[in-house]
């Protein structure tokens, strides 16, 4: 705080020097430029008349700086009303020296007062405005700092926005080896028009080649009322480019007037989804969730946490999260507290395996509705350790939903994920079998239970985002099992959104599944990441095919062939159709899945396939599994 009040003192005794300086060299400029127009003007002791003005003006000048507030304020943002004040200061000023000169019996003609306040002016300016000056030079070229590398901009979006960022790079200081070299604007009438000292030199379709041409280092996408498509084509054309990519993050912040060069951000690859973010329909979810007891199973996780997040904001009575990691639970527990200071949540240490401690909890804290997230999820460990896969998503899923059974839960809600739908690995089929105990209980029970299945979460823990991104960090090689391996992405807060929404139409006994548009390459995904990074994929970071890992699809599918579809209030979601099934068999053969996981039985993927027959785990790796069920439902 000392250094920062110094500082601001020592500004403030430079340009109190300044001005002193300024004011009289603009009294002895006047009037040497007087005399060198008409030398038999100038009077005998002139000069002693000067320092006489001089010695009763200064004090009264400066005095009229203090007034105009000329010292406190921050001259690096100043505007035109910043220069007004600054003439208005010189004029006073000027107005002022006439009247000593006319007090002291300095005999002056009027054009060396005029001249003096011209000069006055100027030097007032250029010292207020200096910042200004410089960086004006250097968009135009003219002027670069010493040692300083210069970045290129190209700002796409020659608006209101492309206007804002252009000038604050111009005052911002921490931007002062920044050029916007050029613009692109797909409106014709701005072609061959400059914002500044930047050419807008065409549409999207000059992106590549004004990258080239003006040695472009970064892009700034300026267009934050584009929608998703339009978006994505601009974000397509600039990653052929090898330049950084960055955007503005929304719309809100032109309408309000408030863009600034330091909201930009580095596009993600979430900014890359071919589709539109899939918004929550929040209407019904207040008066589902307000002033109920909410259990959140998994709590810890991805998922969990983010379902925390949203369900604090319909304000239930009491938000319950359960995991078994207490580090994660840690973390929330702060996050919570302080995001949402007058939540009652309880956070709880168990694992869902422990029948007796879960049927504790549900009896002591009597939920309204449980999320239930807690589940080992990573395929290759779950391949290599097929028991705990059961113990823990199998058996804790049937411990909850008994538990719920037995103490009135009003709502259950599983999820689950594409991996269920013919399972090529014991995660998935472990998950279908969950699917299978909420069919079952939604049969019998008052409570309503029901299963969303979704797909891979962009940014989750393990999920192949934060592992390229890491690969990247490291210079590579980014590693994908197969070149044609193709999934479907969705956001962690859209996953969110549709368990959410899933609450409210649940009725019991049904899939949610959300139409996600086109699925992403995984391949193409890698080369973006490594674009996004600012290297070129196969030069600076290669790619290196591992091979499919076990029980991993090329292809993921959403529905099995006997499961139909039906369409729900949102178009983004679909109802999917519970599968008959032998009712008396399943609960048979439970029990001895569970049994052999409990007694740690090495053959249990042999049970796993009983119960469901899709599983195939001798031939796991199976790549010619087709998406056409999922190409009819979109």
């Known amino acids: 705080m000392q250094n920062i009040l110094l500082k601001k003192r020592f500004k403030i005794i430079v340009l109190f020097i300044a001005d002193i300086l300024s004011a009289a060299l603009a009294v002895y400029l006047s009037t040497v430029v007087r005399f060198v127009i008409d030398y038999s003007f100038m009077p005998e002791g002139s000069a002693e008349k000067m320092t006489e003005i001089l010695k009763y003006w200064l004090p009264s000048d400066l005095l009229i700086f203090v007034f105009f507030k000329m010292y406190n304020r921050i001259w690096e943002y100043a505007s035109i009303i910043e220069a007004l004040r600054s003439m208005a200061a010189a004029f006073c000023s000027f107005l002022a020296l006439i009247a ?38 250097r968009q135009a070229g003219l002027y670069s700092i010493p040692s300083a590398k210069i970045k290129n901009i190209m700002i796409i979006g020659a608006g209101h926005a492309g206007n804002a960022l252009i000038r604050d790079i111009e005052k911002d200081k921490s931007f002062s080896n920044f050029r916007v070299v050029c613009l692109i604007d797909d409106d014709p009438n701005k072609i061959n028009r ?18 080239k041409k003006y040695h472009v280092d970064e892009i700034i996408f300026a267009i934050p009322s584009a929608d998703n498509h339009t978006r994505h084509e601009f974000f397509s054309l600039c990653l ?48 589902f969730i307000q002033g109920k007891t909410v259990l959140v199973t998994g709590a810890g996780g991805s998922i969990g946490s983010e ?51 879960i049927e504790g909890i549900f009896a002591e804290y009597r939920p309204d509705i449980v999320y239930h997230a807690a589940a ?31 103490n009135g839960v009003s709502r259950f809600v599983l999820i689950s994920t594409d991996k269920a739908v013919n399972p090529t690995n014991v995660m998935g089929a472990t998950k279908r079998i969950c699917e299978m105990i909420i069919q079952y209980y939604a049969k019998y029970s008052k409570t ?42 969705m956001t962690i807060p859209e996953a969110v959104s549709l368990v959410l929404q899933a609450g409210t139409y649940a009725r019991g006994g049904e899939i949610f599944i959300l139409d996600m548009g086109e699925p992403v390459k995984v391949l193409n995904l890698a080369e973006n990441m490594i674009r996004l990074s600012g ?100």
């Open 100 to 137: 000593v000169g006319k007090a002291t019996g300095v005999n002056l003609p009027g054009s060396c007062y005029l001249l003096a306040w011209i000069f006055l002016t100027a030097f007032t300016l250029s010292t207020r405005f200096s910042h200004r000056i410089i960086c004006a030079l």
């Open 194 to 211: 400059y914002i500044g000292y930047a050419k807008v030199v065409g549409g999207r379709d000059k992106i590549i080649w004004a990258a």
């Open 240 to 287: 052929e480019t090898p330049c950084v990519i960055k955007t503005l993050p929304s719309y809100y912040q032109m309408i309000s007037g408030k863009i600034k060069i330091s909201m930009l951000r580095k596009i993600e690859i979430e900014d890359l989804l071919e589709r539109p973010q899939i918004e929550m329909e929040g209407d019904g979810l207040s008066d």
């Open 307 to 357: 379902l925390c997040r949203q369900l604090a904001k319909y304000e239930p009575e009491k938000l319950i999260a359960l995991d078994i990691y207490e580090n994660n639970m840690y973390f929330l527990q702060n996050e919570m507290k302080e995001t949402f200071p007058n939540l009652e949540m309880v956070c709880l240490i168990a694992s869902v395996r422990d029948r007796k401690r």
């Open 376 to 406: 080992h999820k990573h395929v290759p460990l779950m391949e290599d350790s097929p028991g705990e896969a059961v113990k823990n998503n199998v058996i804790g899923t049937l411990n909850s939903v008994i538990a719920s059974d037995m």
């Open 448 to 489: 309503e239970f029901v299963s969303v299945r979704f797909v891979n979460l962009l940014g989750s823990s393990g999920s192949v985002i934060p592992i390229f991104r890491k690969q990247i960090e490291n210079g590579g090689p980014v590693t994908v099992t197969h070149p044609e391996i193709i999934r479907y992405f």
């Open 535 to 634: 290297h070129v994929p196969y030069r600076d970071i290669d790619i290196a095919f591992t091979g499919l890992r076990p029980g991993e699809k090329i292809y993921e599918e959403l529905l099995m062939s006997e499961e139909g579809i039906a369409a729900t209030k949102n178009k983004k979601i679909f109802i999917g159709k519970p599968i008959d099934m032998d009712e008396e068999k399943f609960l048979k053969q439970l029990d001895r899945l569970k049994s052999a996981a409990e007694d740690n039985n090495c053959d249990i993927r042999s049970l796993i396939q009983e119960i469901v027959p899709t599983y195939n785990y001798n031939n796991s790796n199976n790549s010619s599994q087709n998406q056409n069920t999922q190409q009819e439902m979109m």
